[in-house]
């Protein structure tokens, strides 16, 4: 399976990480460049920045634009990839996973990481390798640092981000067409939620999105204020219907993570 690393030209501690973690799990991975703040065209960037349910950050919609560039080159293939964010640390098991997640066929999505909260997961699932499971994954909330996605679901990202853009994770996490799904135990984190995980061994990363443009913009106007919070009542309320539409058949719960599958002496 294709891999692609989204990363940006000045995180070459990055790149660097990751050319080791790969090595030690026998991958291959193709830089995808991540478009910087200063490549946006200050206009697009602008209009992108008031679809959301907030006011978007320049460098989250860098991010945004970013994955769109992976969503279009999986569109245009004709097979499922592996998208990464460049602090993406993967489990020694990541090969046979990505292997059988290869042969199926009927998913659009399926993230194979952790981020700290609560997932609404179908009850039931269906074994995937000898050590893992595949369950339908009704609501996440948060992530976008490492997912498989096939040609249908990327050019469903594709449509639902030219229709309104928002955070990454956030236009994955709402596009309730896509087929997704979450590998259990997780085969990924982030390296900033390691310590969360008793995870130990790797290098510490703060996140890229945290460290620029700190200070959310505000609303330009009362109205656009307006605009805003009914959007984010609308999300919110859209997420409720979701959760109650599936009581009974999900639950919200913790994803497992073993720690024991990362391997981090092999990539110091």
């Known amino acids: 399976?294709?891999?692609?690393v989204i990363n940006l030209d000045a995180a070459k501690e990055r790149l660097d990480f990751q050319n080791r973690q790969?090595?030690?799990l026998g991958l291959d991975f193709e830089r995808l460049t991540a478009i910087a703040v200063a490549d946006l065209d200050p206009s697009e960037a602008a209009r992108m920045a008031g679809e959301w349910e907030r006011p978007m950050r320049q460098v989250e919609v860098a991010c945004l634009m970013s994955h769109r560039a992976a969503w279009r080159r999986v569109a245009g293939a004709g097979a499922p990839a592996l998208i990464l964010e460049d602090d993406a640390i993967l489990c020694d098991r990541i090969g046979d996973v990505l292997t059988a997640?290869?042969?199926?066929?009927g998913l659009d999505h399926v993230t194979l990481e952790v981020c700290g909260r609560r997932k609404l997961l179908a009850n039931g699932s269906r074994q995937l390798t000898g050590h893992t499971t595949l369950t339908r994954l009704v609501q996440d909330r948060n992530?976008?640092?490492?997912?498989?996605?096939?040609p249908a679901g990327a050019r469903k990202l594709l449509d639902r981000s030219d229709r309104a853009a928002g955070l990454a994770d956030a236009v994955i996490n709402s596009a309730y067409e896509l087929a997704s799904y979450q590998v259990e135990p997780a085969c990924a984190l982030q390296l900033l939620l390691c310590d969360a995980y008793g995870v130990t061994g790797y290098p510490s990363s703060p996140s890229t999105i945290d460290q620029g443009d700190a200070d959310?913009?505000?609303?330009g106007s009362i109205a656009a204020a307006v605009r805003f919070?009914?959007?984010r009542l609308a999300a919110q309320a859209r997420i409720a219907w979701r959760q109650l539409s599936?009581?009974?058949r999900a639950r919200r719960r913790f994803v497992r993570l073993e720690r024991d599958w990362f391997r981090s002496?092999?990539?110091h």
């Open 101 to 105: 997640l290869s042969d199926l066929e």
């Open 143 to 150: 992530g976008a640092g490492a997912y498989v996605l096939w």
């Open 265 to 267: 002496q092999l990539i």
């Open 246 to 248: 599936h009581i009974g």
């Open 216 to 219: 959310k913009p505000a609303p």
């Open 22 to 24: 790969m090595a030690a």
């Open 229 to 231: 919070k009914a959007r």
């Open 1 to 4: 399976m294709k891999i692609l």
